[in-house]
Each structure stands twice: as structure tokens, then as C-alpha cells.
């Protein structure tokens, strides 16, 4: 029998510090006859940085807010709670939740534990998991493609579907690596055709390109790269990203330096394939230094970013254009998103659920409240695609549990293998 350190070691912590016995309502569990992992970026370290000792599962919160990524976790819990006020897609049984912070890459392995041990908190090395009843039936996420690699790597041992809403990495298209892995997001290679296409739209075969020093940058770059014969690239450049324990005066600099590279080119149209995180202290550096008159062309991580579109003079440096998920509209989601966790239900299923690491973020709501009209302007687009994503597994649970006779849902045991939501 395999006993999960990490895990013990985390919900030691917790005891220690002495949990109340009456949890709040919690955005983050609730209890179902079938419990969906979600997995969210809601703070975000963007440097792949080993955690302090192999043995401790990092702590999300000491990272920065990933404000976006809280809206995709209300789409989550949007789409339960309306599939479970829904007469007809699941009569008669209930889907649960277990949402897990991976800050982005930091915390990849333990919540995949924790979704795969049992009610015990154990995860036996067993001959035949055909019988195993793992905590889930299907994870929903993680958001990025490094995240969703490591973490399909897991759950196809187990063949617990995983459907990604916003990893783009054509990796988990190999069905035969990864037989159980789903997205409901386009791959890398579409936005990059996009992009080459606006590029010939308008003539502009003379650009600088730009990338963040992180495996999202890398993967766009290359496959950017791989793609295009043409246009000419004036030249090519790498973001620096701040790590949340690094010295970041040589950072500062080098951003600087890319700036008055810039500002010295002939080129004046630049591609920025990079995350949202890096491009704060970017653009800052880039309005400071007063350029303006540029086009900018954006890739879907920053395109519509509420906290980037935020940044003060953002407009002067020029025209921006980017390429996005299309807006699809949810009837419901944007009062849904800043509503307190209220409803009697998830109240109990915060009860039920053991607390586990990772679950909480006490600015998600205020700083979400803060920034809603941003948020609405964005529309619903990795949302949909979030909420889409837990229809899917609905969806085969309806088959699974033959929903349709009149008395409503079977509610049997269900193994994830079970549950093929092609
Ligand atoms: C579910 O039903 C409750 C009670 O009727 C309602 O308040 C809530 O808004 C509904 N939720 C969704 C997501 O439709
Ligand atoms: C855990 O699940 C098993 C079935 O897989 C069940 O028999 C047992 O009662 C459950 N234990 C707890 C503590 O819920
Ligand atoms: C695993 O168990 C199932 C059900 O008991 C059985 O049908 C299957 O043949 C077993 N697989 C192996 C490899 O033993
Ligand atoms: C940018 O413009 C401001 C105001 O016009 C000026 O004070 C500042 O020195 C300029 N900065 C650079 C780097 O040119
Ligand atoms: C089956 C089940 O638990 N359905 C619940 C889903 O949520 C609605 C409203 O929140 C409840 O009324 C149902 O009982």
C-alpha cells in the first residue's frame, strides 16, 4: 500500500493550524452522488520553480491572483448547478465538485493524488484498478499545456477522462499516449494560423516577435516558426518572467533593452506570444518609454485580459490585435461569477468534503466584484469552453446511467473507464 506523503503532510498542516469545525460555504467543494475534479490557475507562478521540499505541496496563495481563471472556476460551478436544477440531462442524481489551485505549474502533482486516492485518502498499487473507485469520475482542466501533460500522464494510467478548456498543446491530441485526454479549445496550430493570416490580410511581412520565457511562449514560438516561411522577422526576442523568488533588478533591465530594441526598428508590427503574467511589467516598461504607433498582435492568453486592459495608457502604445476564443453568451454566468457561495448545499458539501490543499482564495471574489465590467466586456470565451467541458461528462453520464426512462437516472456505481464522453 502506497500512503500519499504529500498529502499527509498538507492536511497535517492544516489540522494544526486548527480548522473550525463548522467550514463556510466554500466555492471550492460540493457533495454529489458524482464528483468532477476542477483544476484552476487562480494564483499563477509562471517560473517552474521546484517547491521548497519534495515532501510539501506548494501553497498556491503566496503567488499572484490569476483573475480570469477564478471566472472559469464560477463556469464550473455554474454548469453543475444548473445541469443539477435540470429535470431532463440527470434526473434524479446529483453531480459534486472538488476544485483544487494548481497556480499554473507549480502545484501539478498532488491535486492528480488527491483526485485519485479513495474516500481514505489512499491510493493502493492494486494488480486491476477495473473495480477502483477513484474520488472523481473525470477531471475538468488544468489550464496549461505543461500542467495538462503532467497531468495526463496521471489520470490516463487511470483512464480518468480529462477534458482541457484552454491547454493548446497539440501533445494531447495522441490518443494513443493519452487515450482519455479531451479539450473543448482549438490547438496552437490554429491560432498561429490566424495569426499568419491577419499578417497577409494586411501586407505586414516585417515584424518583431516576441515570446515569454515560459513553456507557453517556447511552444508558440516554435510552432510559429515551424509554420511560417514568410513573413521576414526583423527580430526575435524573449520576455523575461519574474519568478516569485528571484531578484528581478536584471529583469527590469533586460525588458528596457527589448523596448529600445523596438523603438530602433525599422519593423513596426510585433508578435506577442506570451501569458497574460509577464506582459504587466512589459507593457508598463513599454509605455514609460513612450512608444506609441505600433501594431501589437496578441495571442489568446493576454488577448482579452481583464488585469492587462487595465494598465493605464494601455491605448497610446497602439493598435492591438488578437486572436480569441469566440464569445459564446451564458445566460446566468456574469451574476453568477460575483454571487457568495450561499446556497444550503454547498454549505453541507463544504462540510462533508475533507479540506484538502489549495481550496481557498479569500480575494477571488472581491477582486472579481472589482473588475466585473472588464470581466463582462471580455464575454464568455474560455468560460464556455470551461462550461461546455462539464456538459460533456454530463452528457455521458446520461447514456452511462440511462437517463432517459421516465423513472429518471440509474444511480449506480460508476468507474471513470465507464464514463467515454466521445
Ligand atoms: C438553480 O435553481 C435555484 C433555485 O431555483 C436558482 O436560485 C439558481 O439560480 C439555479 N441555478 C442555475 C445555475 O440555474
Ligand atoms: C468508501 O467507499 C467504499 C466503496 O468504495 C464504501 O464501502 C465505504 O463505506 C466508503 N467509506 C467512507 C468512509 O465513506
Ligand atoms: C481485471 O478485472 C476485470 C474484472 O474483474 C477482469 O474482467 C479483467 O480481465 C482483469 N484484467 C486483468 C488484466 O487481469
Ligand atoms: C516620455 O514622455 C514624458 C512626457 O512627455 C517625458 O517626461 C519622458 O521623459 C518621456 N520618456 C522617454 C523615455 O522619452
Ligand atoms: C439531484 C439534486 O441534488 N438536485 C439538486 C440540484 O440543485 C437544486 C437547486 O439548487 C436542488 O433543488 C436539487 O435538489
Not at 70 to 93: C, G, H
Not at 120 to 138: F, M
Not at 147 to 168: D, E, G, K, Y
Request: net charge negative; glycine share 4%.
Amino acid at each position: 500500500m502506497m500512503l500519499l506523503g504529500a498529502v499527509a503532510a498538507c492536511l497535517a498542516a492544516l489540522v494544526a493550524a486548527g480548522g473550525s469545525p463548522t467550514t463556510p460555504p466554500s466555492d471550492f467543494h460540493l457533495a454529489g452522488d458524482y464528483v468532477l475534479g476542477g483544476l484552476f490557475s487562480l494564483h499563477s507562478e509562471v517560473v517552474s520553480s521546484l517547491p521548497p521540499s519534495p515532501s510539501q505541496v506548494p501553497i498556491c496563495r503566496e503567488y499572484k491572483l490569476k483573475l480570469v481563471s477564478y471566472s472559469y472556476l464560477q463556469a464550473m460551478r455554474f454548469a453543475v448547478e444548473e445541469i443539477n436544477n435540470s429535470s431532463t440531462l440527470l434526473p434524479r442524481v446529483s453531480l459534486g465538485y472538488e476544485i483544487v489551485d494548481v497556480c499554473y505549474l507549480t502545484n501539478t502533482i498532488h491535486p492528480h493524488l488527491y483526485f485519485l486516492s479513495d474516500n481514505r485518502s489512499q491510493l493502493e498499487v492494486q494488480t486491476n484498478y477495473t473495480h477502483y473507485q477513484p474520488r472523481v469520475v473525470a477531471v475538468i482542466g488544468p489550464d496549461s499545456s505543461s500542467a495538462a501533460v503532467t497531468a495526463a500522464h496521471l489520470l490516463s494510467l487511470f483512464l480518468v477522462p480529462q477534458i482541457t478548456f484552454s491547454a493548446t498543446t497539440q501533445a494531447l491530441s495522441d490518443s494513443r499516449a493519452f487515450p482519455v485526454a479531451f479539450r473543448t479549445i482549438p490547438s496552437t496550430e490554429q491560432q498561429i494560423t490566424v495569426i499568419l493570416k491577419l499578417l497577409q490580410r494586411f501586407g505586414w511581412n516585417w515584424v518583431i516577435i516576441l515570446s515569454s520565457d515560459d513553456d507557453y511562449g517556447r511552444q508558440n514560438l516554435q510552432k510559429l516558426r515551424a509554420q511560417a516561411t514568410w513573413p521576414c522577422i526583423a527580430f526575435q526576442e524573449i520576455i523575461p518572467v519574474e519568478g516569485a523568488n528571484q531578484e528581478d533588478s536584471g529583469i527590469q533591465q533586460q525588458m528596457e533593452d527589448i523596448v529600445h530594441k523596438i523603438v530602433h526598428s525599422t519593423a513596426k508590427v510585433v508578435i506577442v506570444l506570451s501569458l497574460e503574467l509577464p506582459l504587466l511589467a512589459f507593457f508598463s516598461k513599454v509605455i514609460q518609454q513612450n512608444v506609441t504607433g505600433l501594431v501589437w498582435i496578441a495571442s489568446e492568453a493576454w488577448a482579452v485580459d481583464p488585469s492587462l486592459h487595465s494598465i493605464v495608457n494601455l491605448a497610446s502604445i497602439g493598435t492591438i490585435f488578437g486572436v480569441a476564443a469566440q464569445e459564446v453568451p451564458i445566460p446566468g454566468l456574469a451574476s453568477f461569477r460575483v454571487r457568495l457561495p450561499s446556497s444550503p448545499t454547498e454549505g453541507a458539501g463544504a462540510q462533508d468534503a475533507p479540506e484538502t490543499c489549495n481550496q481557498d482564495c479569500e480575494q477571488c471574489l472581491p477582486t472579481t466584484r472589482l473588475y466585473d465590467k472588464k470581466i463582462q466586456e471580455v464575454g464568455n470565451r474560455i468560460d464556455f469552453n470551461v462550461y461546455s467541458a462539464v456538459y460533456v461528462v454530463a452528457h455521458a453520464l446520461h447514456q452511462l446511467l440511462v437517463c432517459d426512462r421516465p423513472e429518471g437516472c440509474q444511480k449506480k456505481r460508476v468507474y471513470p473507464w465507464q464514463v467515454n464522453p466521445v
